[in-house]
């Protein structure tokens, strides 16, 4: 059974430290997305990647969020430093062309910064 | 570019009773829809889409939607909701042969009484 998965399920950290999120995609899956969800803003896609390319990071704050794709087999979402405005669940989800645009989300991650 | 309005932001209702989840998008190509299911503490997964061919698509659990261009509306219904139905539910688009990334509605909250 198939399943994207996210590491570390929770994190608690403080104002300013760094924090980084990993992925690992549905094996063969070319398209990568990360995306932000708050019961304010809703789910907010910060960044996508196909064949490890970044072609879109758009939602994401550039002044300390970073996302890379060193390989096929891993994402990651970094953001540094971190505020307390960042807490939310972070999903990341895979997919692809042969999947016919359905996408495959992970359990998230869950960040409180206090 | 697309958009998706869940016109409904919760939906109680009782449990047996029959329920339908209204999403309209707007877009200026053709398009996939689809709808994802939320349930508590997990990730979105994919619980019905419509790609093309027969506008009614179901699922396995019951759940049906049925695209409607003209009125351009992808609504969910079920005739019967159990109690473990009680979920949040997105509506989402993508327009084939383009970048890859869906538009999400705000989703709908369904609550399941017994």
């Known amino acids: 059974d198939a399943r994207v998965t996210q590491t570390p399920r929770h994190k608690v950290t403080e104002m300013g430290q760094e924090v980084t999120m990993r992925c690992q995609p549905i094996?063969?899956?070319?398209?990568v997305f990360w995306y932000r969800q708050t019961m304010m803003q809703g789910l907010e896609l910060l960044a996508y990647?196909?064949?490890?390319?970044?072609?879109?990071d758009s939602g994401m704050p550039k002044d300390r969020f970073s996302a890379e794709m060193p390989d096929a087999t891993l994402a990651t979402l970094k953001i540094q430093p971190s505020e307390p405005r960042d807490s939310a669940v972070y999903f990341c989800a895979s997919g692809s062309r042969q999947g016919q645009y359905e996408q495959y989300f992970g359990p998230g991650t869950r960040l409180t910064v206090t | 570019a697309q958009s998706v309005t869940q016109l409904d932001s919760q939906v109680p209702v009782f449990e047996e009773a029959p329920v339908e989840l209204r999403c309209n998008y707007s877009?200026?190509?053709?398009?996939?829809l689809f709808w994802y299911v939320q349930y508590p503490n997990q990730g979105l997964q994919l619980l019905l889409k419509y790609l093309s061919g027969s506008t009614l698509v179901k699922s396995i659990n019951g759940f049906e939607a049925e695209f409607n261009k003209s009125q351009t509306s992808f609504h969910l219904r079920k005739p019967s909701v159990h109690i473990s139905d009680t979920a949040e539910y997105f509506c989402?688009?993508?327009?084939?042969?383009?970048?890859?990334?869906?538009?999400f509605g705000r989703g709908t909250s369904l609550i399941v009484h017994p």
């Open positions: 990647f196909r064949n490890r390319a970044p072609l879109d």
């Open positions: 989402a688009v993508v327009a084939p042969g383009g970048s890859y990334i869906p538009t």
């Open positions: 877009s200026s190509v053709s398009v996939y």
């Open positions: 094996l063969g899956h070319n398209t």
